[in-house]
């Protein structure tokens, strides 16, 4: 379960910090 659900909190966390960036 965590294994699915690491991917899934890097993509959140890396579309967070696009955001900010921009």
């Known amino acids: ?3 699915a ?3 899934l ?3 959140t ?3 967070l ?3 900010r960036m921009v």
């Open 1 to 3: 379960m965590i294994s």
């Open 5 to 7: 659900l690491l991917p």
């Open 9 to 11: 909190a890097v993509t």
């Open 13 to 15: 966390s890396t579309s």
């Open 17 to 19: 910090v696009s955001r």
